[in-house]
């Protein structure tokens, strides 16, 4: 979902929004075992947002002692990747999206009371377990002292929030304010918006081993009960003082992912492995890395700087310099975001791109499914039997990246078949789109998609990210993923 755009300190404030959207809508109508690892399942699950970008402390957090190896169970949803957050006491359930491109960890909260805004896409298929606080006898909510309360109302003034909860000054300046935390609003960059209040609660991490499980308390997470445009919670795996892996301690390591390809999303016996730790870091003597860009704007999200493109035997297409540093102001870079479904690029760099493609594919184009899916560059491909394998017909995609690392991405991963082939034809496109606003923020942006079938290797401490070709299938079976 990409990096927050920015954290307000009022459920006013949110309404506001909502009612400034809705006027402009009238108008426009438009994871071997380790005891210091942990290793999750995940599964393919739907949200193609664009990035999100805010402000967030990156303290670190003491690691809590002998946290075990780790896996969890996991449903499919739609796009995007899944993992199962164990809250409360008793445990309670939630699914959550994967997100590298924020730092806050979101449930909603409520089975009845829990409101989303313009999703009724999933109104019909509700997967989503909801966590209640009056159910749980470990739950309370954070306090308006606590740094997570500063950091998630994205406050220079640690006082700010007591102020906001209506503290009298006299007890502020003596440290004796004991009101909870005001409620939030957290912002995503497709115009996505959460509001609700910090909750403490413990968390359990399951362990390989059956029955084996570690307690980790006074996790603090949103307690969210309005969403627009969020139908589903959010785990942020960023680099900020809110994210998992921070307030689990490893922030000062990494974690690593294989995401299976799509086409097992409907499966129930497979689930892609994320691992959390030591584990993640051990065995890469092989594996390319970048170095992650550090963004004075955004230092809390994951950047790597690319340098060109290759398509097919055509000679690299250069980038522009955007998408490898950034400017006086912080915008710029290829961030590296689970929470985005495709890979967008600038423009003109974009057009250039879909250019070489159009010279080097002859095949017809299947305008009307542009025109219905909104991609770009789409076509009709003879496939023998009604076979859907039709990748070595189109031209291979190259990303070159900082430090003379390369990754060809697998042929799946930028053309893909948009219904069932009918009278031996296919139609497949391209699933990249144009960086709406490459102007602000990042440049471009390296979405889930195009991540499939990859291990991504997030090293921490030495500030690098690794990409090595995977069949995440074969890797999710070594971890003991996979239901045989």
């Known amino acids: 979902m990409a990096i927050m755009l920015n954290t307000t300190t009022t459920t006013t404030t949110f309404f506001l929004f909502l009612l400034v959207n809705s006027l402009l809508f009238y108008q426009s109508l438009a994871r071997p075992r380790n005891p210091s690892s942990l290793i999750l399942g995940l599964v393919p699950a739907s949200r193609a947002s664009l990035p999100s970008l805010p402000k967030a402390s990156t303290s670190p957090r003491k690691k809590p002692a002998d946290v075990l190896d780790m896996m969890e169970p996991l449903r499919e949803v739609r796009d995007g990747y899944l993992i199962s957050l164990s809250i409360g006491t008793p ?54 002292t606590s740094p997570f309360c500063v950091d998630v109302h994205s406050s220079d003034n640690p006082l700010d929030p007591c102020t ?15 009101w909870p935390c005001p409620s939030f609003a957290y912002t995503y960059g497709a115009g996505g918006v959460v509001t609700g209040t910090l909750t403490r609660d413990t968390l359990r991490v399951h362990g390989s081993n059956l029955g084996v499980t570690q307690e ?35 922030l000062q390591k990494g974690f690593s992912h294989c995401f299976l390809p799509f086409r097992y999303a409907n499966n129930p016996n497979f689930s892609s492995p994320l691992v959390i730790g030591d584990t993640a870091l051990t065995s890469k003597e092989d594996m390319q890395f970048t170095p992650m860009l550090k963004s004075p704007m955004y230092p809390n999200y994951y950047y790597v700087g690319l340098e060109a493109i290759t398509v097919g035997n055509v000679s690299a297409i250069e ?29 003109p760099f974009y057009s250039q791109v879909l250019s070489v493609l159009q010279s080097l594919i002859s095949y017809p184009r299947a305008t009307e499914m542009e025109m219905r899916t909104g991609f770009d560059l789409c076509y009709k491909l003879p496939c023998q039997n009604n076979s859907i394998l039709t990748g070595d017909l189109l031209p291979s995609i190259t990303f070159h990246f900082l430090n003379n690392v390369s990754l060809v991405l697998s042929r799946g991963n930028h053309f893909y078949a948009m219904s069932a082939p009918t009278n031996s034809t296919v139609v497949k496109c391209l699933l990249f789109q144009s960086m709406d606003d490459g102007d602000y923020g990042p440049a471009g942006v390296l979405g889930s998609f195009q991540q499939q079938d990859v291990e991504v290797v997030y090293d921490l401490e030495k500030e690098r990210i690794g990409f090595r070709p995977m069949d995440c299938v074969s890797a999710a079976s070594f971890q003991g993923l996979n239901k045989t």
């Open 164 to 178: 906001m909860a209506g503290c009298s000054l006299s007890n502020i300046v003596k440290a004796k304010c004991s």
């Open 216 to 250: 980790i308390p006074k996790f603090c997470f949103g307690c969210v009960g309005s969403t627009y445009r969020e139908p589903i919670g959010i785990a942020g795996f960023g680099r900020g003082a809110l994210s998992l892996p921070s307030q689990l301690g490893f």
């Open 319 to 347: 980038v522009p310099s955007s998408l490898r540093e950034f400017d006086s102001l912080g915008n710029g870079g290829m961030l590296v975001d689970s929470g985005t479904t495709y890979t967008h690029l600038p423009e």
């Open 91 to 144: 445990p309670q359930v939630i699914q959550v999206y994967m997100d590298t491109g924020s730092d806050l960890t979101w449930v909603p909260c409520g089975n009845i009371s829990f409101d989303c805004i313009e999703c009724d896409d999933y109104r019909n298929n509700r997967m989503m377990a909801s966590f209640s606080p009056s159910h749980s006898s470990s739950s309370y909510r954070d306090s308006c």
